[in-house]
């Protein structure tokens, strides 16, 4: 079993759709709990981070976590085609003195048609 | 600012050709790391670094050797390049034990082992 989860896609929704991504994990001993962003040939770019379950909003995008059931989500308001990009959900366990490991989930490819 | 800057961007290797993928950063990280993202697979950690002269495997660190003799510089050398090393290579650091917010991503090395 993977230790992170997500739904491959690809995800082809029209502009001002509400999106929703996914992603379920195994390893109870993460600690952060992160999206990113990535454009074609470029970076993963970090998109939201949370620690703790629940709900965190910022603009448009909302993160979900809910650690009893190893899930978590990314919700995006009002989509824009500026939004169309790969999505990695990652999760953060420290390793050695300080240094972070992060297991990233496949990425969702997302599209908004305008 | 430049943050996170790798060099090539591009190359291609015959098999068994060695190189060396350049990775700096000028944010006085103490953490660095080497990722790699194979075609519709999320980030793989290769190897990674607390400081200078501290570096320690991740996940798929076969084929690979890193040296950080520096805080700024941290290069992943190929040595005897195979197929299966075609792939995207990420450089990324990190200066605190905090959460997934702390990590910067170089924009990736396109590498071709034909």
């Known amino acids: 079993q993977k230790e992170v989860e997500q739904d491959p896609g690809p995800l082809s929704v029209p502009e001002g759709a509400i999106v929703s991504l996914n992603c379920t994990y195994s390893?109870?001993?993460?600690?952060?709990f992160m999206w990113y962003r990535q454009y074609s040939r470029k970076g993963p770019e970090l998109l939201m981070y949370?620690?703790?379950?629940g709900n965190k909003e910022d603009g448009r995008f909302t993160a979900q976590v809910d650690k009893s059931s190893k899930y978590i989500s990314l919700f995006i308001r009002d989509s824009q085609p500026s939004d169309s990009a790969t999505y990695l959900c990652a999760m953060s366990a420290l390793i050695i003195q300080g240094a972070q490991k992060l297991v990233f989930g496949q990425g969702t490819r997302l599209t908004i048609n305008p | 600012n430049a943050g996170v800057t790798q060099t090539p961007k591009f190359r291609i290797l015959k098999i068994g050709q060695s190189m060396t993928l350049q990775c700096t950063q000028d944010?006085?990280?103490?953490?660095m790391y080497w990722y790699r993202q194979d075609p519709g697979m999320g980030l793989k950690l290769i190897y990674y670094s607390v400081g200078a002269g501290i570096t320690d495997k991740g996940e798929v660190p076969n084929g690979y050797n890193v040296s950080r003799s520096t805080t700024e510089d941290f290069p992943l050398r190929l040595e005897l390049a195979a197929p299966s090393q075609t792939s995207v290579y990420f450089c990324?650091?990190?200066?605190?034990?905090?959460?997934?917010?702390?990590?910067?991503f170089g924009e990736g090395s396109w590498l071709t082992v034909v």
């Open positions: 949370t620690y703790s379950s």
């Open positions: 944010m006085n990280h103490n953490y």
């Open positions: 990324a650091s990190s200066y605190s034990t905090g959460g997934g917010n702390t990590i910067y």
């Open positions: 390893n109870s001993a993460f600690q952060y």
